[in-house]
Every structure is written in C-alpha cells, then in structure tokens.
C-alpha cells in the first residue's frame, strides 16, 4: 500500500496546533478511505507531542534551536518508516486532502503554495477543485544528510 506521511515542525501554540492536527487527522481518514495509508509524524519539544500522540500521530522529541534540524528529522523518520510521498505542513496549516490525490510518481517531494495557514481569530477552510497545478522537487532520497562528504 502506497503510505503518505504528513510532517510538521510544531513549537507552542497548542490550542491552534489542537485544531490544525484534528483537521490533518481528518484528512488522513479521506486518504485511508481512498486506499493510502496516511501518517504523520509531529517534530517537537512540548505539549505538542502529548496533542499528536493522542491523535495517533507519531513523534520525534527535538528541542527548538534549529528548525531545519526539525524538519530533516522529521523528513528521516518518515522515510525510515516507509514514506513513499512527505506532506511538509506546517503546525498552523491545513491542506485538502484532494489536492493529494490522485497521487502521481512515488518517492518524489511535491511543494505547491495551495494550503492554508490557520489564524485562531479567522478560521475557514480552503476547498481546491481539479485540474490542480502541481511543482515536483527532488527524489525523496536526495536528502542533504544522505549525500557522500566531498
């Protein structure tokens, strides 16, 4: 089974984190029903991690010194764990699950401006009709920390 996984670097904030995770978990489900497997893992150091755990969701406990750091560790765990596509969202953000689908070239991470930022004064939710623009990156196993020293 194909396995899709969300990350997100988190850091304070939980009521919004709280609202944004129980949407990603319903996206989740929407990927589940259509035959993906959907995880995600939370990159964090706070109450966070208790907020994703009880969503199901899988952690990596980083300080928050350095947020590239938290993004590649989490980008590592979900490759190490069977990732075939990352969602890189972050804590604050939502994405309609039918942006992903159908999903297209396994192993290769996609970036696209189409998803939400949450506000907790302003919440709404954003709603994207095919045909959808998408932009390729790099294969995901191009990652900085894999490549050989010079």
């Not at 506000?119 to 954003?126: G, Q, W, Y």
Request: hydrophobic residues 45%; charged residues 25%; aromatic residues 10%.
């Amino acid at each position: 089974m194909t396995a899709v996984w969300f990350m997100s670097p988190a850091w304070q904030r939980f009521e919004l984190s709280a609202v944004c995770f129980e949407q990603r978990r319903r996206s989740m489900d929407v990927l589940e029903a259509a035959g993906i497997e959907a995880r995600c893992v939370i990159v964090a150091d706070d109450e966070n991690l208790d907020i994703a755990r009880g969503l199901g969701f899988d952690v990596v406990e980083q300080d928050n010194e350095w947020l590239g750091r938290k993004v590649n560790d989490g980008f590592e765990y979900a490759f190490k764990h069977g990732a075939d596509y990352i969602v890189p969202i972050g804590s604050d953000s939502w994405l309609d699950p039918e942006f992903l689908l159908p999903l297209h070239s396994p192993r290769v991470v996609r970036t696209s401006r189409f998803y939400a930022p949450v506000e907790i004064d302003r919440l709404a939710e954003l709603s994207l009709a095919p045909p959808l623009p998408r932009a390729v990156g790099v294969p995901a196993h191009r990652r900085p920390a894999d490549q050989p020293e010079p």
